[in-house]
């Protein structure tokens, strides 16, 4: 247990736990003040010794020499004024030679005004002043010579390690001169460059810490050849997808081992250095600018607030519980109609799985009554609608399925919120909604229609957040590519030429917290994704990795796009509220316009029909139905009359 200190010996007490650490401080800074006054007192011996060879009867310079040695004051107390000896400056540092002409500056006009003080003359003042103004030039120059020396001194090149790999970096920039300062002058690193390249002409015959640039990309057969290096590291800060995607494949083309830097997120949240180099990994080919929004911007939002998730054991919704866990709201109740999920997520957030609290709810959001009987119970304030059947190819076969979770079952959830009056609604969508060509594709486009008319009827903050693929979520293609090469292979492709978007999960959530905050009534609020990858590249980076594994190209599947698209015929891309978040007016769809639609039709018949209400803009004239707050308990009774007849 740790000692308690009294509370009238605190000062006490922190000065004499700190004065441990003070000994090596203090005598770093005693010799850099050393330092600092013989570097004075020699410049102004210097300075004094040249001024004063005119007349041996010009005896008012030499009085400099006496001087000289008094400089010890202002010289340690302008140099602590400008922190030079209170470490506040990196080494080298362009804070750290400002503050080294401050102080030079500030000791020159101390000396002055005592010179002027000590000396009656005009003339001698004078020229007294003007031996002073060369002497600080010239103690500049020496503090900032021995700084310099130091620091080289520490930057030295030393020897690597007898089984170093010798690599080629790929990037002359800020990152690879980082790089490669601390791979030459960490004792024994795993790594020796022997050579750069980088695509900017400017950075030609560049040495960089006794490493040279020897041409860009072009040359990478050239350099490994007259090297000898078989590996080559991308050393390029934030770089595309692209361009990673590219210099791998340029790497493998010349049977060099490609290698890339941690990216900058794993360096501020991990234990990763930066000469930790490591095998590119999906997210590096994917390349995508992580979206890192400040959540504590929107954590007043949900402080709490009874907040309910449905659809919470998927890979969004338990992502958006672990966000929202942390963000401290009143009440967080996880709705999903698997009861494993359920389980492995409180897990996750608590630390076990007792299955005992009354914020677990089993419940299927097809089922109107018990969504009633949910929101009435735990009267939420948010809800985040995560909750839908989401494989394309299998709704495609099973169209009834899809009407019946994605369309109706959002309508259950919107109505139930609307009867409790829930301030927020945000209905997790997808870009397959944006001109949309399959069942999941119509149904995502009808709930987010449904949700904008809810908008209309409530006045409330009824939106959709629009993204595309997920990393690492539950079969996603990268994860179902990623099991073929564990199996084996064959990894199968659609299409040569199909590309997709993707996301992390971390981002998603991101988004669809901030779309809670500033999102407005009726819109979708789409993630500017970057640039759509190409899966067959992805298919062969893990092939490689795979030992060869083969990629067998199936062709596109029934309502598979070639490319999907984030912006739908129409949709403008504003961004009034962030400049990576697009706003899209989502035309309304009334309920009573969903009374044709029946699961039990047939697959073709049905797919028609929703085709048309995705499709459609709603009807000229029509007005929306009224708000759940203004409608009268014998309204109520019409209305669920009505929907009953809609279930099938």
């Known amino acids: 247990m740790a000692e308690r200190v009294p509370s009238g010996r605190i000062w006490r007490w922190l000065i004499l736990s700190r004065s441990v650490r003070r000994p090596r401080r203090l005598g770093r800074a005693g010799i850099e003040a050393a330092f600092d006054i013989a570097a004075w007192i020699v410049a102004l011996v210097a300075a004094a010794g040249v001024a004063d060879a005119g007349p041996p009867g010009n005896t008012a310079l030499i009085e400099v020499v006496p001087l000289a040695l008094t400089v010890a004051l202002p010289v340690v107390g302008c140099g602590l004024a400008a922190g030079l000896y209170r470490h506040r400056y990196q080494r080298g540092s362009i804070d750290e030679m400002l503050a080294l002409f401050t102080a030079a500056v500030a000791t020159a006009l101390c000396l002055v005004i005592a010179t002027g003080l000590v000396l009656p003359g005009d003339n001698e003042t004078v020229a007294v002043a003007v031996a002073l103004a060369c002497g600080a030039v010239l103690a500049l120059l020496i503090m900032l010579g021995g700084r310099y020396a130091l620091i080289a001194l520490r930057l030295r090149v030393r020897a690597a390690s007898t089984s170093a790999t010798d690599i080629i970096v790929f990037g002359a920039g800020e990152a690879g001169e980082l790089l490669i300062r601390r791979l030459v002058t960490e004792p024994g690193a795993a790594y020796r460059p022997v050579a750069l390249l980088d695509d900017d002409p400017a950075k030609r015959q560049l040495l960089m810490h006794g490493v040279p640039v020897l041409g860009d990309r072009t040359c990478l057969a050239e350099v490994a050849a007259s090297t000898g290096a078989r590996v080559v590291v991308i050393a390029i800060a934030g770089a595309a997808g692209s361009v990673i995607r590219e210099l791998v494949s340029l790497a493998e083309q010349q049977d060099l081992r490609p290698k890339v830097i941690p990216s900058l997120h794993e360096l501020l949240h991990g234990s990763a250095r930066i000469d930790s180099v490591r095998d590119p990994m999906i997210c590096d080919l994917l390349g995508r600018r992580p979206i890192r929004t400040d959540l504590e911007s929107v954590a007043g939002r949900f402080s709490g607030r009874r907040i309910l998730v449905t659809g919470a054991g998927g890979s969004i919704g338990s992502e958006l519980c672990r966000q929202l866990n942390r963000l401290d709201p009143a009440r967080l109740v996880l709705l999903d109609r698997d009861e494993s999920a359920l389980h492995a997520l409180e897990f996750d957030l608590h630390g076990h799985g007792l299955l005992i609290s009354d914020d677990l709810v089993v419940a299927d959001i097809r089922d109107a009554a018990r969504m009633k009987e949910v929101f009435a119970a735990f009267r939420p304030q948010i809800v985040f609608h995560a909750a839908a059947l989401k494989h394309l190819t299998l709704l495609e076969r099973h169209p009834g399925e899809a009407l019946l979770t994605n369309v109706f079952g959002t309508l259950a959830v919107l109505e139930a919120a609307a009867r409790t009056g829930v301030e927020a609604f945000v209905n997790i969508s997808t870009d397959k909604a944006a001109d949309p060509i399959s069942v999941l594709g119509y149904t995502k486009r009808i709930a987010e229609r449904l949700t904008a008319q809810f908008a209309d009827q409530t006045s409330a903050a009824y939106l959709s957040v629009r993204f595309g693929n997920v990393l690492g979520s539950r079969g996603s293609v990268l994860t179902s590519m990623s099991a073929q090469v564990a199996a084996g292979g064959p990894v199968t492709v659609t299409h040569p030429d199909v590309t997709r978007y993707f996301m992390t999960a971390d981002e998603a959530v991101q988004l669809v917290l901030h779309a809670a905050v500033i999102g407005r009534g009726g819109e979708a609020l789409v993630l500017d994704m970057g640039e759509p990858v190409r899966i067959a590249d992805i298919a062969r980076r893990l092939g490689a990795d795979g030992q060869g594994v083969k990629i067998v190209f199936t062709g596109l599947r029934p309502g598979e796009k070639l490319s999907e698209h984030l912006l739908g015929t129409g949709e403008c891309d504003s961004r009034p509220a962030h400049p990576l978040i ?56 019409v209305r669920q009359s009505s929907n009953a007849a809609v279930r099938p």
């Open 582 to 637: 697009r706003h899209v007016k989502v035309p309304p769809l009334r309920q009573a316009d969903l009374g044709r639609l029946r699961a039990a039709d047939r697959a073709d018949v049905l797919k028609a029909k929703l085709a048309r209400l995705a499709a459609h803009a709603p009807r000229a004239g029509a007005e929306p139905l009224p708000g759940p707050r203004q409608q009268s308990s014998a309204t109520w009774v």
